[in-house]
T-cell receptor
Framework: GQQVMQIPQYQHVQEGEDFTTYCNSS?????IQWYKQRPGGHPVFLIQ?????EVKKQKRLTFQFGEAKKNSSLHITATQTTDVGTYFC????????????FGPGTSLSVIP | DGGITQSPKYLFRKEGQNVTLSCEQN?????MYWYRQDPGQGLRLIYY???????QKGDIAEGYSVSREKKESFPLTVTSAQKNPTAFYLC???????????????FGAGSRLTVL
């Protein structure tokens, strides 16, 4: 079946360093979503990308959707301690649009 | 405020007992979901429902059951057949089908189930 993978699984950075997580799907996605889960919390929607090659920015966060619509990335510039958490990418399954499949997530730790 | 309410927040259960987790939403969303999250793991889909009186199995439906009698409610029963039920259970909803924006998920705060 369709799989969504993310790398790295864990990332520890010094505060102020940049961070990037990569998401890859085994099939073409109609859209890709990114969520953030703080420790002890629940996932919160960050953004959705729909178009091939799309790039969106939210302050220090930059999201990119690949040209083939099978991969995506999230880049955080100059990390802060508030960025700590797990970042998930997710997308609808090819055969059932309402079935949303999540990647395993990248856990980010920021050392002050 | 619109949102998703899950209860209970914490639940302890003895082996062999069924337990039902509640999920209620007032977002007027058509689709609802149940995910399971294990420590350090991602979200795995248990069941989802696109419309009242209809639901579909996700990737790990064995040992679970659901119902969708009302648009606002999507309870999950963890049965005694579920071999490793200790986990964090997340309910979510989305606005329905469509290409752009429709299947963005809003999550509840979760229910943490521990089997003793």
């Amino acid at each position: 079946g369709q799989q969504v993978m993310q790398i790295p699984q864990y990332q520890h950075v010094q505060e102020g360093e940049d961070f990037t997580t990569y998401c890859n799907s085994s099939t073409t996605l109609s859209n890709i979503q990114w969520y953030k889960q703080r420790p002890g919390g629940h996932p919160v929607f960050l953004i959705q990308l729909v178009k091939s090659g799309e790039v969106k920015k939210q302050k220090r966060l930059t999201f990119q959707f690949g040209e083939a619509k099978k991969n995506s990335s999230l880049h955080i510039t100059a990390t802060q301690t508030t960025d700590v958490g797990t970042y998930f990418c997710a997308g609808p399954e090819r055969t059932s649009y309402d079935k949303v499949i999540f990647g395993p997530g990248t856990s980010l730790s920021v050392i002050p | 405020d619109g949102g998703i309410t899950q209860s209970p927040k914490y639940l302890f259960r003895k082996e062999g007992q069924n337990v039902t987790l509640s999920c209620e939403q007032n977002l007027n969303h058509d689709a609802m979901y149940w995910y399971r999250q294990d420590p350090g793991q991602g979200l795995r889909l248990i069941y989802y429902s696109q419309i009242v009186n209809d639901f579909q199995k996700g990737d790990i439906a064995e040992g679970y059951s659901v119902s969708r009698e009302k648009k606002e409610s999507f309870p999950l029963t963890v049965t005694s057949a579920q071999k490793n039920p200790t986990a964090f259970y997340l309910c979510a909803s989305s606005g329905g089908t469509g290409i752009s924006g429709a299947n963005v998920l809003t999550f509840g705060a979760g229910s943490r189930l521990t089997v003793l």
